[in-house]
């Protein structure tokens, strides 16, 4: 990295963070610190909502995915909209109705104390360890790509958003995310726009779509239904639409973004403006990552994009299998340039003979050099069966640091780190407040001042923020980190859904049912995932119908028993 990299890099972080905490510096009651004051405006919690959600891993995992695997993953989001209709009509009047501070005091209210401790302890225990890995994420790569040490990328990343998260609540949380995000848009189309003039100046982005479209990497669309399959139409759809219900619904470091609107309709507007524009900004990331696809068709590309994984190959005894793999590879890559260039005369020329046969020679090459890659990862694992061989998460940040201009390489940068820091800053927000107020104030002794619990709130996310750093110190590499964020969500989210879905609409089922129900479920739903029953997502459609379907039949059974039918 050059100077003006890091000047640039270091720059964007040290103003977001001195920003969010000049701009929050005088929260005086609880009111301020967890709901911002209630003064926020709609496109202040959109883009709030968006950044909360839009983490470092989405920018690094994500183009990785469509370069691929393609664009199908776009289908994964198809169930948001759907979800932010129904929180918009059934849980944003509620909330504020109630004018609660957190989501699980509503259960209180509606069920019972035990109820609410339940809910905020599976919040904590699935979102904190979702804190850990937003943090690690990109700390991994960029240590592994970069050289810089791991555990020290990790203290870093959490120590910034630790600094004006604790010192300015929600508040804090929501106006850096502003800057965030205009630093993540800015960078990405930046990025998009040089792919499109890196490549050959014959090539229009017609003909890129194309090229694209011919490697598979357009496929958007798979109605087959299929409980294995974790991104089709009704999977997105349907099993999604759980997720998202509860992510936004019901999951505190969401919900407490937009209970800082000043109003229910400041509420409503942000979550659908998030509606509108979240499904075609994931499709212009996954875009991205076709255009890095089509940049690689012409241009030199690593063997495996895991620096790590090749280091560890080449001081192993496969060295030189590993080094004919490359030679090979080295090989197809000219006859790759040479199958494009042929298709592109192909399309212009208009004759479709010429452009069936190019097109399959482009097929081919492209294929004979994925069986290339996959032989790659499996020598790599013979030699080392620590080191990540699926180079996924690693696709993006080597295009990043291998092909961008000085100082933009610093500004995507930025832009990873930013992702990271805006959706660590919701979780550790939301991670205190429900300690705070659903744990600690609810069950401490005593009458205390606004200022005591605005502490405590603070001191409790400075441990969580402390926690958060040590998982990510910890946590092991999955097969890809956008997906471990998704089933680690999964595996809770459609139990707690179940759990508000009862509370709103089944009013005769009563605390205890619920309760018991949920406890059930969740170990049933844990079993189902480690079995592998299913696609990760529909866990989330099988949590929420399983726990509603316990709950209403130990309500009956409670009653019946109660109040048994007379003898005749």
């Known amino acids: 990295m ?57 920018f690094l995992s994500t183009p990785g995915q469509a370069f691929h695997d393609g664009m199908g993953f776009v289908q994964f989001y198809f169930g948001l909209p759907l979800a932010m209709i129904v929180i918009c009509i059934v849980f944003i009047p509620i909330y504020h109705k109630l004018k609660v501070f957190t989501a699980y005091e509503m259960l209180e209210k509606r069920f019972d104390l035990k109820t609410r401790t339940l809910a905020a302890v599976i919040f904590l225990v699935q979102r904190g360890l979702a804190a850990g890995i937003t943090i690690f994420a990109p700390s991994i790569i960029l240590s592994a790509v970069l050289g810089w040490d791991l555990r020290t990328l990790n203290i870093i990343i959490g120590s910034l958003v630790i600094i004006y998260t604790v010192s300015g609540g929600t508040k804090a949380v929501s106006v850096t995310q502003k800057q965030q995000m205009f630093v993540i848009l800015f960078g990405m189309f930046f990025t998009f726009f040089f792919i499109l003039g890196s490549l050959p100046n014959d090539i229009s982005f017609s003909e890129t779509l194309k090229i694209a479209g011919a490697n598979g990497k357009l496929n958007i669309l798979d109605f087959e239904f299929d409980w294995n399959n974790r991104y089709n139409f009704w999977s997105g759809t349907l099993g999604a639409f759980f997720l998202f219900m509860s992510y936004f619904g019901a999951d505190q470091s969401q919900v407490q973004r937009y209970l800082s609107g000043k109003s229910i309709r400041e509420s409503q507007l942000g979550l659908i403006f998030n509606a509108l524009l979240k499904v075609p900004l994931q499709f212009f990331i996954l875009l991205v990552g076709v255009m890095v696809f089509v940049f690689y068709q012409y241009n030199p590309s690593p063997l495996n994009f895991n620096p790590a994984a090749t280091e560890a190959i080449l001081a192993s005894g496969l060295a030189d299998d ?29 004759d479709f003979d010429a452009i069936e046969q190019a097109k399959l020679n482009v097929v081919a090459v492209n294929n004979e050099e994925r069986m290339n890659r996959d032989a790659a990862k499996t020598l790599i694992s013979e030699a080392d069966e620590i080191v990540e061989t699926n180079d996924k998460d690693y696709v993006f940040i080597h295009f990043i640091l291998n092909n961008l201009p000085k100082g933009l390489i610093g500004l995507l940068l930025a832009v990873i780190l930013s992702a990271a820091m805006s959706s660590t800053a919701s979780e550790l927000n939301a991670l205190g407040t429900i ?30 923020g402390v926690i958060a750093i040590i998982i990510a110190c910890v946590a092991n590499l999955f097969d890809n980190l956008i997906q471990l964020v998704n089933i680690i969500g999964s595996i809770f989210y459609g139990n707690v859904l179940g759990i508000f879905l009862i509370a709103f609409f089944l009013k005769f089922v009563k605390g205890n049912a619920v309760f018991i129900a949920a ?10 995932w480690h079995q592998d029953w299913m696609s990760y997502l529909w866990l989330n459609a099988f949590g929420c119908a399983l726990v509603v379907v316990l709950a209403l039949l130990l309500e009956v059974l409670d009653r019946t028993l109660k109040n048994p039918p007379l003898k005749t």
Do not use: C, P
Request: net charge positive; no cysteine; aromatic share 12%.
């Open 435 to 464: 300690s705070a107020l659903d744990l600690y104030k609810r069950n401490k002794q005593g009458e205390f001042t606004q200022k005591h619990y605005v502490t405590a709130t603070k001191w409790f996310t400075l441990i969580w």
């Open 2 to 58: 050059a100077v003006i990299d890091w000047i640039i890099l270091s720059g964007t972080l040290l103003f977001i963070v001195g920003f969010g905490v000049w701009k929050t510096k005088d929260n005086r009651n609880v009111d301020d610190y967890v709901k911002g004051g209630n003064n926020a405006k709609w496109w202040t919690i959109g883009l709030s909502v968006m950044a909360t959600q839009a983490s470092a891993i989405t």
């Open 519 to 528: 406890l059930v479920t969740q170990a049933i739903v844990i079993l189902g």
């Open 322 to 350: 590993y080094t004919a793999l490359k030679e090979d590879h080295q090989k197809l890559e000219l006859e790759k340039r040479m199958a494009q260039n042929d298709y592109a005369k192909a399309l212009k020329l208009k």
